[in-house]
């Protein structure tokens, strides 16, 4: 049986951290800077928040591996690394098509980091992109990794047909729902929407609109021996379902969410979370007003690579 969690993450460090114009247009989480100046000291508020939250990852037994971006290629949403790749316990390497041509350029920076060779098998699905079709990673996929269950919302940036080949080639089971805002748009990733750990699951069910999908996912969340914790529409617009489990040294689970997530949960959810894991809360304010991601994109899980 695969393992659901890891302790070791990789991250990236930024250095042209920005509003990014070709992302803007279906992620309604992104706001943009008002003047160049604000622009730059949100480049520098990035550098330093991010900083802070690798010293917290690491303080709690956390292997985090930093890449140090560079400025070209301009890349200003590498930041979230977890939509190019994704690694599995059993030696494998995903690579995804991206929905921004300035975001498929950070492949250019992660996989020679990361090391394709020392992956058994490597699963690229880039070539979607030829026909203007997504699948973003853990943006688009929320993995219950050992019952080898997906879930996704459908949108601009998640494409049936890559989901199923991306099934087939992994060997899961998975199931594709609509999740919208409160204007009615596709919620542009699937992580801001909800979060699967070993034995929790925190989700937005207002954002699925239709009931008997909206059942089903709650359904296939217990069957599966997750326990349910529903938040709001409001709560998904603070970054309450952009969370991720990760091993502390002795294996203790931690659930890692922005301050600005935890911030919007009741006491209720937060007592009802921490039955299952030890919370950690860097705050990413400025990350998550500019880049639209929150604590859970920023980090790639690295499961053991053969050597």
């Avoid at 992104?30 to 303080?59: C, I, M, N």
């Avoid at 030829?130 to 601009?156: F, N, Q, V, W």
């Avoid at 296939?220 to 969370?243: C, P, S």
């Avoid at 203790?252 to 600005?260: C, D, H, Q």
Wanted: aromatic share 6%.
């Amino acid at each position: 049986m695969s393992v659901q969690t890891t302790n070791r993450v990789l991250m990236v460090r930024p250095v042209r951290f920005a509003f990014n114009e070709e992302t803007a247009g279906n992620n309604a989480f992104q706001v943009r800077s008002a003047s160049d100046e604000e622009a730059r000291q949100t480049q520098l508020e990035a550098v330093s928040e991010f900083d802070a939250y690798v010293a917290l990852l690491r303080e709690n037994g956390v292997t985090v591996d930093v890449l140090q971006d560079t400025p070209e290629p301009f890349t200003p949403d590498s930041i979230f690394p977890n939509n190019c790749l994704s690694t599995h316990d059993d030696g494998t390497l995903v690579v995804y098509p991206m929905y921004a041509r300035n975001r498929r350029r950070e492949r250019e920076k992660l996989l020679p980091f990361i090391g394709t060779d020392h992956y058994s098998r490597v699963v690229d699905l880039t070539h979607w992109e030829a026909e203007g079709k997504c699948l973003e990673g853990t943006g688009s996929l929320i993995l219950d990794r050992e019952h080898k269950m997906a879930y996704a919302c459908l949108s601009p940036r998640t494409d049936r047909d890559v989901m199923r080949e991306w099934a087939e080639a992994l060997d899961y089971d998975y199931f594709l729902f609509d999740s919208q805002d409160e204007q009615g748009m596709p919620v542009y990733h699937t992580n801001v929407v909800m979060h699967v750990g070993t034995t929790l699951a925190v989700v937005c069910l207002d954002s699925v609109r239709e009931a008997g999908q909206r059942q089903t996912l709650k359904s296939l969340l217990e069957e599966n021996g997750k326990t349910v914790v529903a938040i709001t529409l409001q709560q998904m617009h603070q970054f309450a379902g952009n969370m991720l489990e990760l091993q502390g040294p002795q294996g203790e689970p931690l659930l890692i969410m922005s301050l600005t997530a935890r911030r919007s949960l009741t006491t209720e959810q937060l007592l009802a979370i921490s039955q299952h894991a030890r919370i950690l809360s860097p705050d990413i304010s400025a990350i998550e007003q500019a880049g639209g991601g929150s604590a859970r994109c920023m980090m790639a899980e690295i499961f053991d690579r053969n050597a």
